[in-house]
């Protein structure tokens, strides 16, 4: 079956100030047909692998998503809202290897490791690389990218060549969009061009506690502009 879970603990008053938490999953969680859909109306932290084996996996916060252990989707998609920051830890993953991968947050991206068939990242700030340079951030086939700031950063340390700030990639195709850099490091070859719209949508149909279902839904769809453009950097 599916999993949903809601917390409505927005403001301090809502609780008890020590449970002012949001959603913290220090357990792990996995279904084997069934979506998972955790909504906060405050952050979610993710302490305990989520899994789910043949369905997909929703990430809804209104304030930061903070990623400490792996989410795997084992056949289908990963959505991550973040009304804050999306922060994951270094050492974690995002798994959808037959599905895709949606990542919007209204703050920055920090980006450990993605791999799926398509990626879509929206940052209204930067898109940051978190697990050291020459660390695969994103394997896909194709992956759009969009951001307020910048698309990983400089590195004028490093030797001539190399950025260890960069954004590694491994994919087929890439289109981005920031305001103020791109930075991308991508293994072998590369197309810039135009990838499709993503679109992931996590559904849960719950009881409404009177009989009925209640159509518990987030659809997400990433839209960037063909080819890379920024407004300034590199």
Same mark, same amino acid.
């Given at each position: ?6 917390? #409505?603990?927005? @403001? ?20 084997? @047909?069934? #979506? ?7 952050? +979610? ?35 991550? +809202?973040?009304?804050?920051?999306? +922060?994951? *830890? ?9 599905? *895709? +991968? ?28 978190? @697990? ?8 896909? $086939? ?21 950025? @260890? ?14 305001? $103020? ?17 993503? $679109? ?29 453009? $920024?407004?300034?950097?590199?």
């Amino acid at each position: 079956g599916s999993l949903y879970l809601q917390a #409505d603990n927005a @403001n301090s008053g809502d609780v008890p100030v020590d449970r002012f938490d949001g959603i913290n999953v220090r357990a792990s969680l996995q279904t084997a @047909n069934g #979506d998972i859909l955790l909504r906060s109306l405050a952050d +979610i932290h993710v302490f305990a692998v989520i899994t789910s084996t043949g369905a997909d996996i929703g990430l809804d916060a209104a304030g930061d998503v903070l990623q400490d252990a792996d989410l795997i989707a084992d056949a289908g998609n990963v959505l991550v +809202i973040a009304g804050g920051d999306y +922060i994951m *830890d270094s050492a974690v993953s995002v798994l959808a290897n037959a599905g *895709d +991968i949606v990542a919007d947050a209204t703050g920055n991206i920090s980006l450990a490791e993605m791999s799926a068939i398509n990626v879509g990242l929206d940052a209204g700030g930067n898109i940051t690389d978190v @697990n050291g340079g020459g660390v695969t951030n994103v394997s896909a $086939t194709n992956l759009s990218m969009l951001a307020g700031g910048s698309i990983g950063s400089s590195d004028l340390g490093s030797p001539v060549g190399v950025n @260890n700030n960069a954004i590694d990639t491994a994919v087929a195709v890439v289109e981005a969009s920031a305001t $103020t850099g791109i930075y991308i490091d991508e293994v072998d070859d590369l197309i810039i061009g135009s990838v499709a719209d993503i $679109t992931v949508a996590v559904t849960i149909l719950r009881d409404d506690g009177l009989g009925g279902t209640l159509n518990e839904s987030e659809p997400s769809t990433l839209i960037v502009a063909a080819g890379l453009s $920024t407004a300034g950097g590199a």
